[in-house]
C-alpha cells in the first residue's frame, strides 16, 4: 500500500488531454513537501518529468505540467502521443511519527488508444 | 555529462547479505549538495525508496527496512554502497541508484540490475 493514491490506469485517445492524481495525506504532500512525477517507458530507468510541483526539466515538452493542491497533485499531459505511454509516478517526502522517508505513488500506467 | 551506474550481484541466496556499488561521474559526492539515494521496483511493481546519504555523510533509511540497510560512501572512488543483509525472495527487484536535487527529486538515475533471491 503506497502512501501516495494514484490510479492504477488512464486512458486517451491521440490528441486528447489526460490527467493523472496524486493522492496524499498531512504528513506528505499536504504538509507542504514538493511533488515531482516521473514517466518510465517499459524496460527503461525513471526518467524525471516534472519537479518542484511544476517545473519542467530542460528537454521535456511543454504538453506535460504538473499542478498541487491542498494534499493532492496532478500531472496532466496534452495533445497525447503515442510515445507518450508508459508508467506515471509521483513521488515526495513523509515525515510523521514513525519516521521519515521519501515515497512514491503507485503508479498509473497511461494507455494511448 | 552526469551518469550513475549500478553493479553487483545478479543472484543471491536466501539469507544472504547483498552488496550493490553506485559509480557515479559528471559530479563529485563530496559536494553533490542533495546526495544520492538507492530506489528498487518489484517486477511490475512501484517504486520504493530505500537508503540516502548526503554530501556530509548523513544517512537516511526506509522507516520498514531500516535494520536491514547499510549505505555508505567512498569520494575518492566517486562510489556509494548499499549492503542489504537476510535477503529474501520478496527481495527480488531491479535496484536504482539515483542522485538528489535541491528539490528531493531524484534527477539523475542509473540503469538499473535486476537482482534476483533464490536458492
Known amino acids: 500500500q503506497s502512501v501516495l493514491t494514484q490510479p492504477p490506469s488512464v486512458s486517451g485517445a491521440p490528441g486528447q488531454r489526460v490527467t493523472i492524481s496524486c493522492t496524499g495525506s498531512?504528513?506528505?504532500?499536504?504538509?507542504?513537501?514538493?511533488v515531482h512525477w516521473y514517466q518510465q517507458l517499459p524496460g527503461t530507468a525513471p526518467k524525471l518529468l516534472i519537479y518542484?510541483?511544476?517545473n519542467r526539466p530542460s528537454g521535456v515538452p511543454d504538453r506535460f505540467s504538473g499542478s498541487k493542491s491542498g494534499t493532492s497533485a496532478s500531472l496532466a499531459i496534452t495533445g497525447l502521443q503515442a510515445e507518450d505511454e508508459a508508467d506515471y509516478y509521483c513521488?515526495?517526502?513523509?515525515?510523521?511519527?514513525?519516521?521519515?522517508?521519501?515515497?512514491f505513488g503507485g503508479g498509473t500506467k497511461l494507455t494511448v488508444l | 555529462q552526469v551518469t550513475l551506474k549500478e553493479s553487483g550481484p545478479v543472484l543471491v541466496k536466501p539469507t544472504e547479505t547483498l552488496t550493490l556499488t553506485c559509480t557515479v561521474s559528471?559530479?563529485?559526492?563530496?559536494?553533490?549538495?542533495?546526495?544520492v539515494s538507492w530506489i528498487r521496483q518489484p517486477p511490475g511493481k512501484a517504486l520504493e525508496w530505500l537508503a540516502h546519504?548526503?554530501?556530509?555523510?548523513?544517512?537516511s533509511y526506509s522507516t520498514s527496512l531500516k535494520s536491514r540497510l547499510t549505505i555508505s560512501k567512498d569520494t575518492s572512488k566517486s562510489q556509494v554502497v548499499l549492503t542489504m543483509t537476510n535477503m529474501d525472495p520478496v527481495d527480488t527487484a531491479t535496484y536504482y541508484c539515483?542522485?538528489?536535487?535541491?528539490?528531493?527529486?531524484?534527477?539523475?538515475w542509473g540503469q538499473g540490475t535486476l537482482v534476483t533471491v533464490s536458492s
Open positions: 518542484g510541483n511544476s
Open positions: 539515483a542522485r538528489m536535487g535541491e528539490l528531493g527529486q531524484f534527477d539523475y
Open positions: 498531512s504528513s506528505n504532500i499536504g504538509a507542504g513537501y514538493d
Open positions: 513521488q515526495s517526502y513523509d515525515s510523521s511519527l514513525s519516521g521519515s522517508n521519501w515515497v
Open positions: 546519504i548526503f554530501s556530509n555523510d548523513e544517512k
Open positions: 559528471g559530479f563529485s559526492l563530496s559536494n553533490a549538495r542533495m546526495g
